[in-house]
């Protein structure tokens, strides 16, 4: 009898515990990113009789948003200027980040206006090939303005080719990450070979504001942070 009841008891702790880790993994996703899923996604572990020792030969790629070439149409009247632009922002890495103002116009707008297109080209060098995770530190306008679109070495393709990214859930407006994801909602791969590649981001409607870029072959990484 006794030990039935401290086998329920030990049945009840691992519940419990399994219900809190349950809830740790939502609160994690539901802040759009923030820490690596697990320390031991950190480098991997040599074996050795002192110990383990872990190495960190991942790749990473950070590119400033605003160190892009922008190619843009001009922005509605209204507005004025280009539709994607390079503004300053005091919680922006670099004081810098790119922005589609609200109302600049879109690729897709309403009847009656013209379509707007605009793209931020970057030139990066991968030196390991692999699969990367793309992930973009965005600042969204709202649920009209929650979505940006990336490629890779597609340069001249039409808009509708690229891969979207953007979050259901834009509230509260603040800077945090996004990643392209899977049907299944993971971290969608990309595979970039040893070579010079071309990355675009898109505009997909108006509102987004762009800060920093991030490439990583780390499985399961989640930006967070600036990335400095
Ligand atoms: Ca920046």
Redesign the pocket.
């Known amino acids: 009898m006794g030990f039935g009841l401290g086998r329920l008891a030990l049945l009840a702790a691992v519940a419990a515990l399994g219900a809190l880790c349950a809830s740790c993994s939502q609160d994690d996703g539901a802040d759009g990113g923030g820490g690596r899923q697990g320390k031991g996604a950190k480098g991997r572990a040599k074996g050795g009789k002192g110990g383990v020792e872990f190495a960190d030969s991942f790749q990473r790629i950070r590119i400033?948003?605003?160190d892009g070439e922008i190619v843009s149409d001009d922005a509605l009247p209204e507005v004025g200027g280009k539709v994607m632009r390079v503004v300053d922002d005091p919680m922006?890495?670099?004081?810098?980040?790119v922005l589609i103002p609200d109302k600049a116009g879109t690729p897709t707008p309403p009847e009656g206006q013209p379509p707007k297109y605009a793209r931020a080209v970057y030139k990066f060098e991968v030196k390991v090939p692999g699969k990367y995770t793309f992930w973009c530190r965005r600042k969204w306008l709202d649920s009209c303005g929650d979505s940006l679109a990336v490629r890779f070495d597609s340069v001249g393709k039409p808009h509708s080719e690229a891969f979207r990214f953007g979050d259901c859930d834009s509230k509260p407006v603040r800077w945090a990450w996004s990643t392209v994801t899977t049907k299944e909602g993971k971290p969608r791969e990309f595979e970039l070979s040893a070579d010079d590649h071309v990355m675009e981001i898109l505009n997909t409607e108006d509102g987004p504001a762009f800060?920093?870029l991030l490439l990583t072959d780390e499985p399961g990484y989640v930006a967070q942070g600036m990335e400095e």
Request: hydrophobic share 25%; glycine share 18%; aromatic share 0%.
């Open positions: 400033e948003a605003e922006a890495s670099g004081g810098k980040c800060d920093v």
